[in-house]
């Protein structure tokens, strides 16, 4: 005979058991807490081409491409790589965003995601004198979090204000390896932003422009070669005769091209809905006719893409 205390404590405790199994069960478990690899490839790829049809304005460019490189990426069961990708354009035309949004489509909690890393030139490595420290740590840093996830993001921002150098330490986990120390790298991504560049593609925008054909007649083939060949002869880049340029590690350059008056005015219409505003077309035009636009005589492309935008907003709505 069983006492009724104990019989109790039985039955609770294979209650409890019961439920621990049923948690633990992989599918279940990452609905609660973030799991590596949680969401399904599709799924991703569907949420990564919404968001960008939705609220990325003036680059086809970029979404074709970004799209493309991801979902085919994921849906590789075999990648001999890691995928990545290197972001070009002035400030304020999207590259942050584009890499916010990847990360998004991925990892639910986007760049606050255990398994996104985010590197800015400035903030983690500032001190030239350092490099050789920088290195190992940035070394260590992939290679350990790489092993607890393989789908890890690595975003470096600010590329072109990194010592030229430090980033050819990662070549090793970029490359053609299908094991190093036990560890396999080719399910990362890793995704570069920089403003090199930004000259060579504002180039060949306005040589467009002054021919009589629009910005949606730019392909990628008229613009990937120079603009990799401009990064890598760029003293001022940390891609600067990289290794990664030379031995052919970045698998796209994906050139953002510079916002026009319209395109601006489409990111102020955005800005204010997602406050729970009614758009009010005067304020639009308004906050648009306020930014700056170059070349000085043509004024075609705002010289800070769409990165005020918010902060002009305070000042016509009081939010």
């Known amino acids: ?43 991703a790829a569907a949420a990564l081409q919404e968001n960008l049809d939705k609220k990325l304005f003036g680059q086809h460019l970029v979404s074709k491409v970004v799209v493309k490189a991801v979902r085919g990426f994921l849906n590789n069961t075999n990648a001999k790589k890691p995928l990545a990708l290197s972001l070009h354009g002035w400030t304020g035309t999207g590259k942050n965003f584009v890499s916010k949004i990847v990360a998004e489509s991925i990892y639910k909690r986007g760049l606050q995601s255990k398994y996104v890393h985010q590197f800015v030139a400035t903030l983690h490595f500032p001190h030239a004198h350092s490099i050789n420290l920088y290195k190992d740590q940035l070394q260590l840093w992939i290679r350990g979090n790489v092993s607890i996830c393989p789908r890890s993001i690595f975003i470096f921002d600010e590329m072109d204000k990194m010592h030229a150098g430090l980033i050819d330490s990662i070549k090793p986990f970029l490359d053609y390896y299908e094991l190093l120390d036990g560890v396999s ?7 570069f932003l920089s403003n090199a560049g930004a000259e060579k593609i504002t180039e060949v925008a306005l040589d467009f422009w002054r021919n009589g054909r629009t910005r949606e007649d730019i392909q990628l083939t008229d ?49 204010i809905e997602s406050r729970g505003y009614t758009v009010d077309e005067d304020i639009v035009s308004r906050i648009a006719d306020e930014m700056t636009y170059f070349p000085r005589e043509e004024r075609i492309y705002s010289d800070k893409g769409c990165k005020t935008v918010d902060a002009k907003l305070d000042y016509y709505y009081d939010f």
């Open 185 to 191: 790298y080719r399910q990362a991504i890793f995704i």
């Open 223 to 271: 613009i990937q070669n120079a603009l990799s060949v401009s990064v890598f002869n760029n003293k001022n880049s940390g891609f600067w005769h990289s290794t990664l340029i030379d031995r052919n590690l970045i698998d796209y350059f994906i050139p953002f091209l510079p916002l026009e008056y319209k395109h601006v005015k489409m990111c102020v219409r955005v800005e």
């Open 1 to 43: 005979a069983v006492e009724p205390i104990s019989l109790g404590l039985a039955i609770a405790g294979a209650a409890a058991s019961a439920l621990t199994g049923f948690i633990s069960y992989p599918r279940l478990y990452c609905y609660f807490r973030e799991c590596c690899l949680h969401r399904h490839d599709q799924r």
